[in-house]
């Protein structure tokens, strides 16, 4: 009997020593698939930049990544979804995933939504409808929200501004921004970034030129369509605030082709000057309502510097060189508007 106590004893030993050695072989078995799982690197050899809707599902970012040749070994990529539990926390967003990152990592930025900021540059749109356009393009803003947010009368004066001059509280500038940042908050950053610029200077500036702001913006649109010479801004802001000092018709072509609706139009005729619109300044006396284009900074400053000259006209110099002619009186101006009309004609450009 004892010598069978020792032998089962024996057998017992053994046993657990198997079992042992099996849950030891199972572990380390396991710490090293999951190391060689977290070793797992994306398949792209490029940068990759990963724009994800807002209600896109597991399936449909695992494709995107497919397309972009990010995914190379599928089984592993799965597992580590499982493992990372990313299937119940998809997010939309901007994600950039460089060559060689790992797929853990890459999940982890996904399921925490760590996103990428897009360079969102800010032009010399002309219309709302050419503002939403870009913005609905570059962002995954739809296009008509914008516009119904920059035609709604109580939205635009909650911003401080009118239907007519919310395009001014756009400043041109690059701005980083979430890729999926609402309408509603893309406003919001709008107007802080607006706020930003109109400083306690600025302000006293414009009281100075008895404008507010959006006055000042307006009349630097159409500075920034006459020209995109920096050097003589100053000299055309003073033209027209003189005119207005004066109250004599702005009679500004930009605001012409504006109320046209025609921005190509190279020579202006008397048929354009007759077309009833607020923004005809050959008709109505003033500002227009509003912006005919977002205005750089620099059109905006040559506004507010306020230069003090005598010139009540100017036009282009005829030797297309992109610079003007300016002048203190009509004579003067119509010696000038003769030589730019001789040289249209002598290249043919009527219209």
Not at 62 to 81: E, R
Request: aromatic letters at 10%.
């Amino acid at each position: 009997m004892p010598t069978k106590n020792k032998k089962q004893q024996h057998q017992s030993k053994r046993t657990k020593a198997i079992v042992l050695s099996i849950l030891v072989l199972g572990v380390v078995v396991c710490f090293t698939t999951l190391f060689l799982l977290h070793r797992q690197k994306l398949a792209n050899n490029e940068a990759v930049t990963l724009y994800l809707p807002d209600n896109i599902t597991y399936d449909a970012v695992v494709d995107s990544l497919d397309a972009h040749g990010c995914i190379g070994n599928h089984a592993a990529f799965s597992t580590l979804a499982r493992l990372r539990n990313y299937k119940d926390h998809v997010k939309g967003g901007c994600y950039k995933l460089t060559p060689g990152m790992s797929v853990w990592r890459a999940l982890t930025k996904l399921y925490y939504g760590n996103q990428d900021p897009i360079h969102l540059t800010i032009n010399k749109h002309r219309t709302k409808q050419s503002l939403s356009g870009y913005l609905g393009r570059k962002l995954e803003i739809d296009s008509s929200d914008m516009m119904a947010l920059f035609n709604n009368d109580s939205i635009c004066r909650s911003y401080g501004h009118t239907t007519k001059t919310i395009i001014g509280m756009f400043m041109q500038n690059t701005y980083d921004v979430y890729w999926n940042i609402s309408a509603t908050n893309l406003m919001d950053r709008m107007q802080q970034e607006s706020d930003r610029f109109w400083t306690d200077k600025r302000l006293r500036q414009c009281k100075a030129l008895n404008l507010t702001p959006d006055e000042v913006v307006t009349l630097a649109s159409i500075v920034e369509e006459e020209s995109n010479k920096n050097d003589e801004k100053p000299d055309i802001a003073s033209v027209y605030l003189n005119r207005i000092r004066k109250g004599m018709l702005l009679q500004a072509d930009p605001t012409l082709k504006y109320a046209v609706g025609d921005f190509t139009l190279r020579r202006l005729l008397n048929k354009h000057m007759e077309v009833d619109n607020p923004y005809n300044t050959y008709k109505y006396r003033g500002l227009p309502p509003g912006p005919i284009c977002i205005p750089g900074q620099a059109s905006i400053d040559a506004v507010l510097k306020n230069k003090k000259t005598d010139y009540l006209y100017f036009c282009a110099k005829s030797d297309f060189s992109g610079y003007h002619a300016f002048a203190k009186d009509l004579a003067q101006h119509n010696a000038n508007a003769e030589a730019f009309h001789r040289e249209l004609n002598r290249r043919k450009i009527f219209k």
